[in-house]
């Protein structure tokens, strides 16, 4: 085993030894790990402080405790691993909430071009029936029905990072997704008028990636989301976090 950075505690030792076992390919995904007791005087921890190692990294997403079967790594899967992000995410104080909403923007703008060039006909079939029915709940009703028009939001914005073709990139996106949709609810409720231009940017955003144009796809995604964050610099009344 190599060596490990002087002045660790014991369960750092385990979280890093057991994360060097998995980069050198000793444990790999669906691997179950050694006995408790063996594992623990292969690492020279005491058995309490490997349990609180392998409970920190069942908290990242590598490991899991079957009751009765044992710890296995994961799937390693970055949804998993990047959960975590949504919790950090959380943390953010109001004073950081511009921050987050230009990271979701530099992210989704380029999940927008990779969506372009990798998105499958199911996926523009689904965008396609998604805008369909935002249409109606926003230009049909007497009234916008602003919670249904985010959830239709979150969703389309969802189904192109998943189309993106990059696991990371989508769950950092979907980390952040919830966590800025308050923002996006008092824009529109503030500017009703503003729910009917991001509709009409939506359909242009796909109309690029269906034409698999990747530049198009990035700008009008850049566009449309430079709008919240013009916004929040202009209205200070949003003092919670984005959530």
Partial sequence: MSALPPGLSQTDVVVQ????????????????????????EALGVSRGSLREGVRALCIMGVLETRQGDGTYVTSLDSTLLLAPMAFMVDLQGPEHRHDLHAVRRIL????????????????????????????????????????AVLKGDLAFHRILAKASDNGALAALIDALADRTA???????????EQVRTAFREHEAILAAIIARDPDRARLQMSHHLLAIEDFLHDDDSLAAPAQ
Avoid: N
Avoid at 17 to 40: F, N, Q, Y
């Fill in 17 to 40: 030894s057991i994360k060097a076992m998995i980069t050198r390919g000793d444990l790999t995904a669906g691997s179950r790990l050694p006995v408790e007791k063996d594992l623990a």
């Fill in 182 to 192: 308050l923002a996006r609810r008092t824009f529109g409720l503030q500017h009703e």
């Fill in 108 to 147: 989704e703008s380029e999940a927008a071009a990779r969506a372009a060039m990798h998105i499958t006909d199911d996926d523009i079939a689904a965008a396609r029936t998604l805008l369909d029915e935002m249409h109606d709940l926003v230009f049909e009703k007497a009234a916008i029905d602003h919670e």
